[in-house]
């Protein structure tokens, strides 16, 4: 055998006396420690299969000798979580508001919990930074239509506004000036320029001086004499620089003429009391609020 060897001249290495197209392949088996580990691995995937859930069936698989299963270990993992968390979860729900943010370690599990509560419930409308949008309230600032007082976050969140399906929700009503007749258009230009007058807000001067005496007979009642809003109402303040929809003289003159209401539901009844609270702790861990 030994004669019909062939030595490959530039690597020294037997040749298997293989050839394809003048390439000859080398004689290189693989070292016996690479062998020894696939039949490791070989081993290892039969007893896996053997132990543990492993072969799809047509309406089940395989559950091994063990029974293991990780959705029952995640399930039992969250069992125990959720039983270490009930001690506080029953003080939270057993405390009012302001003891809440008052008490640190009641405090900083609220947030905690309440965060959580938040990117699952209430970015949609309100962001994921709680900056809101057109339409949708900035919960980071300190205007609040209804109050941002802890038991008013509380309130509003537990009962929502202009939920239909509640009898306790928030609800007001902006009439429709243009829309339903109550202001002829020139009169509903006038009071817009004049609320962006009082907003600092470029507007017609002329304008404006007629629309004050427009804004004191219709509008003054809910927002105030000096557009500074009323919480007990929900009516917005419209001397500053936050604005729910536009602050445009195109917006508030759409605005007067056939007003958009927004609608948010009540949490309480989904959520219970205590992750309600927790919702409001971590709301006003914002920044904003009063």
């Given at each position: 055998?030994?004669?019909?060897?062939?030595?490959?001249?530039?690597?020294?290495?037997?040749?298997?006396?293989?050839?394809w197209?003048?390439?000859?392949?080398?004689?290189?088996?693989?070292?016996?420690?690479?062998?020894?580990?696939?039949?490791?691995?070989?081993?290892?995937?039969?007893?896996?299969?053997?132990?543990?859930?492993?072969?799809?069936?047509?309406t089940?698989y395989?559950?091994?000798?063990?029974?293991?299963s990780?959705?029952?270990?995640?399930?039992?993992q969250?069992?125990?979580?959720?039983?270490?968390?009930?001690?506080?979860?029953?003080?939270?729900?057993?405390?009012?508001?302001?003891?809440?943010?008052a008490?640190?370690?009641?405090?900083?599990?609220a947030?905690?919990?309440g965060?959580?509560?938040?990117?699952?419930?209430?970015?949609q409308?309100?962001?994921?930074?709680?900056?809101?949008?057109?339409?949708?309230?900035?919960?980071?600032?300190?205007?609040?239509?209804?109050?941002?007082?802890?038991?008013?976050v509380?309130?509003?969140?537990?009962?929502?506004i202009r939920?239909?399906?509640n009898?306790?929700t928030?609800?007001?009503?902006?009439?429709?000036?243009?829309?339903?007749?109550?202001?002829?258009?020139d009169?509903?230009?006038?009071a817009a320029?004049?609320?962006r007058?009082?907003?600092?807000?470029?507007?017609?001067?002329?304008a404006?001086?007629?629309?004050?005496?427009?804004?004191a007979?219709?509008?003054?009642?809910?927002?105030?004499?000096k557009?500074?809003?009323?919480?007990?109402?929900?009516?917005?303040?419209?001397?500053?620089?936050?604005?729910?929809?536009?602050?445009?003289?195109?917006?508030?003159?759409a605005?007067?003429n056939?007003?958009?209401?927004?609608?948010?539901?009540?949490?309480?009844?989904?959520?219970?009391?205590?992750k309600?609270?927790?919702?409001?702790?971590?709301?006003?861990?914002?920044?904003?609020?009063?």
């Open positions: 055998m030994s004669g019909n060897r062939e030595i490959d001249q530039l690597s020294g290495v037997d040749t298997t006396g293989h050839e197209d003048g390439i000859k392949e080398l004689n290189n088996p693989l070292p016996r420690w690479w062998l020894w580990t696939l039949y490791a691995t070989v081993v290892w995937a039969i007893g896996y299969v053997i132990v543990y859930p492993a072969i799809p069936g047509l089940s395989t559950h091994g000798l063990w029974g293991w990780s959705r029952a270990d995640l399930r039992n969250m069992t125990a979580v959720d039983q270490g968390r009930q001690a506080l979860n029953d003080k939270i729900a057993a405390m009012d508001i302001n003891a809440i943010m008490d640190p370690e009641a405090r900083t599990f947030i905690a919990a965060g959580s509560l938040f990117k699952v419930n209430c970015v409308c309100h962001g994921s930074g709680a900056q809101g949008g057109p339409g949708f309230p900035n919960l980071n600032d300190d205007s609040w239509l209804w109050g941002g007082k802890p038991d008013q509380v309130q509003t969140i537990s009962n929502g939920d239909t399906s009898g306790d928030r609800d007001s009503i902006m009439p429709n000036f243009g829309k339903d007749g109550l202001l002829e258009a009169k509903i230009t006038a320029n004049y609320v007058q009082i907003a600092n807000l470029e507007h017609d001067a002329a404006a001086t007629a629309g004050a005496t427009v804004f007979e219709n509008c003054a009642s809910c927002h105030g004499e557009g500074e809003g009323n919480q007990d109402l929900g009516a917005p303040q419209l001397n500053d620089a936050v604005w729910l929809y536009s602050d445009s003289l195109e917006g508030i003159t605005q007067v056939a007003p958009r209401h927004g609608m948010m539901p009540g949490w309480k009844a989904k959520l219970g009391e205590g309600v609270k927790a919702l409001a702790a971590y709301v006003l861990s914002l920044g904003g609020g009063q």
